[in-house]
Structure formats: C-alpha cells, structure tokens
C-alpha cells in the first residue's frame, strides 16, 4: 500500500460521524504504526503503559482547560456512546421511587427520556412535540423533590440548539451536548452531568466524555454493577477497564487541535460566521428557502432547512452532492435537508454551501 495525501478533501456535512480536522487524520496515519519512534502502535501496547497514560491524562486536563471544567468535576472516558447515558444518568442519580424532569427539546431528548422512564418517574417540564420540536422555553420550573433536569443543548435532528441554559436553584442540570460540546463557550459549573458522544465536535466514536461534579458521582440505587456505576469510572481515572485507546488518542488530537487555533473562544467566532453563511442564504431566498426553526434557536451546529417540494430536495442534495458536498439530506424521520458545520468543517466549505444555494436559487427559483 502507498501513503496518499488528501489533498482533495470532500466537502462532508454529515451531522455524524462527521469531518475531522486534516492535520489531525494526517497525525494519526502518521503515527499509527510506529508511535513516535517507540516501535509499537498506541493500540497494540497496554492501556497501562506510561505511554498511553501520557495521552489519556492529557485528553483529561486539556478538556478542563479548554471547557474551564474545576476540580470539583471529574472527566471521565466511557464507552457506549451518549446512547448508555440515557440509562446511567437516571440509574445514578435517580434512588428508587424517585424521579426527574425532562425538556423533550427533539428527537434525542425524547429517546434520553424513553431510558429515564424506564427507571424514575419522569415529568415533562417543556414539550415541543405538538409544533414539531422547532422551539425551546424561556424559564423552566422543576418540580418538588427533582433528582436533576435534563436538556438537550443541541438538537441534532431539529436543529434547535439552547442560547441561555436554564438556571435552576437546587435542582442539577444534565445536559446532553453531543452535538455542540466544544463549540462555544459555557459556564460548566451550571451544570451536574455534562455527557457527550465523540464522533461530532470531538473525534472518532468509541468514547463517550462525561463531566460529573463530585456530589453526584456515588450512585443512589444500590445493586448497580460495576461498569454501570460513574463511581467506578471516577475512582480509577478511567482506566477500570480497557478504555477505546484509539478513541481517546483521536480525542487528544483533536483537543489539541483545538487550542492550537485558539481555543473555544475561536472556534465559537468561527462557527457563528459559518452558520450566518448558511442562514443567511436560507433568508436570503425569499421562502424559497425555509427554516422551521424559531430564529432566536436556531443551531450554529445543525442548519435544518426545507425547500418549496420534497422533489426539489431531492434535486438539491443530488446536485450538491455532483459539486462535491455530501451529507445535506435531512434526517429520515424529519426530511428536509440538513448542514452539519461542527468545529472541523471549513469556513470555505460554508461558504463553497451558501454559494450554491445562491446559485440553485438562481436556477430554480
Ligand atoms: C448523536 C447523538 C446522540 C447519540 O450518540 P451515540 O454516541 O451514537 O450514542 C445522542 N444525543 C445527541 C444530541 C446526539 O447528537
């Protein structure tokens, strides 16, 4: 096999996995066989070795020093996905007979809540179903003797993303951020439980990012096995079982990558100039074309948009995929079409989609 250079990247707006910064595939092509000289792969040594110790405490510290995440956190590595968090959320932090609250925000909120139900009594504080998950409440009221609130930062499906959290008195607030972990600065300490799956802002899927505050680690139902409980995860510094080394080495990259353009403070710039691109074509179509969302929500992460008919869509995803950008087809369950512009998407790429838009718009219009 030859090496190659990517040089001739496709333009990806997949909503996940999604596109990853180049220098970063290019480092870990690099360094996969031979690991800086030590003549063994990062995944073929023991996630015990100095060497892999030195790549996973790394990744810890730089996702406190870039999220500002303070000593009364833990950071944990977990496998499963933001998916097994549905579950340990609820089965942690909720004692039996107990119970939480949920904002059902989207599609990921309502499957977040499908687990929960299974295991407390879950109250809806804020249902966007009836119109179609394309807006969010201002204020949220919790209720009496509620183990935590739960939200879904950023709608991945819906395109609807929250601008100011919600403030809570005692009542923690566990979010789902998934889909914009990384994007954007935010106060971490509002939060109890912050979880994130990897393969959108943070790398390759196989690792699951949790941020605990220390009060909410030990589990408050009794009999939960080992893996289940974040206690056990915390204890060990994540390394109880085989962490996804690989995961977690494309997760150090990336977090390097990160800092090395400026931090989140930056990369937030960034994304608020490639999703004013994009929006900015949607309304510059004249309802040609239409965001559901409610302008004051909408997503820098996920632009949802529809155009006039489902076949003129399908023109424009096809058209758009012979130009060299794939992934613009909405989510099944929702239609539509869809612009994924996470971290590692280029600002020219946003540009190179609203220029097009502009143009199918010409064509079409
Ligand atoms: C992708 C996504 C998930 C599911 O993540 P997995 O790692 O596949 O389990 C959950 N929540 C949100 C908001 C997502 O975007």
């Known amino acids: 096999m030859k090496t190659c250079r990517h040089a001739q990247r496709t333009m990806n707006f997949y909503a ?30 023991s996630h015990r070795s100095p060497m892999y110790d030195r790549v996973h405490n790394r990744a810890i510290d730089l996702v406190r020093e870039l999220l500002g995440v303070p000593r009364s956190y833990h950071v944990l590595f977990l496998g499963g ?31 977040a809540m499908e687990d929960a139900e299974k295991i407390g ?31 879904t930062s950023n709608e991945t499906i819906n395109g609807v993303q929250w601008k100011r959290f919600p403030a809570t ?45 220390d009060d909410l680690v030990e589990s408050k139902r009794p009999g939960l096995t080992a893996y289940l409980r974040y206690a056990t995860h915390a204890e060990k510094s994540s390394l109880y ?11 150090c990259l990336v977090l390097e990558w990160v800092r090395s353009q400026g931090g989140v403070e930056e990369i937030e710039r960034m994304n608020k100039k490639k999703s004013a691109a994009v929006y900015d074509a949607i309304d510059a179509g004249c309802g040609f074309y239409s965001s559901p969302v409610d302008r004051d929500v909408r997503s820098t ?22 130009a060299g950008m794939i992934g613009l087809k909405g989510h099944r369950s929702v239609g539509g079409c869809r612009a994924s512009l996470y971290n590692a998407l280029p600002e020219e790429w946003a540009d190179a989609l609203a220029d097009f838009m502009g143009d199918f718009l010409r064509r079409n219009g």
């Open 16 to 45: 996940g996995p999604s596109t990853l910064p180049l220098s970063v595939l290019e480092e870990l092509a690099e360094t996969i066989v031979d690991y800086h000289g030590s003549g063994l792969s990062l995944i073929e040594t």
């Open 81 to 111: 996905g933001a998916t097994l968090q549905f579950s340990m959320v609820p089965m942690n932090l909720i004692p039996p007979g107990g119970g939480c609250d949920f904002v059902l925000s989207g599609t990921w909120a309502e499957k």
């Open 121 to 151: 009594n879950v109250r809806v504080v804020f249902d966007g179903r009836a119109d179609g998950y394309v807006t969010l409440p201002r204020d949220v009221r919790t209720s009496e003797g509620s183990c935590y609130l739960h939200i």
């Open 169 to 213: 008195a005692d009542v923690p607030v566990v979010a789902d951020m998934s889909s914009d972990i990384m994007s954007r600065r935010f106060d971490a300490e509002a939060f109890g439980v912050i979880y994130a799956g990897a393969q959108k802002n943070l790398g390759a899927a196989g690792v699951t990012v949790v941020i605990i505050r």
């Open 241 to 251: 079982n085989t962490p996804p080394v690989f995961s977690v080495y494309t997760l």
């Open 301 to 322: 992460m996920n632009v949802v948009f529809r155009l006039p008919t489902e076949e003129m869509e399908r023109r424009f995803v096809a058209e758009a995929e012979a």
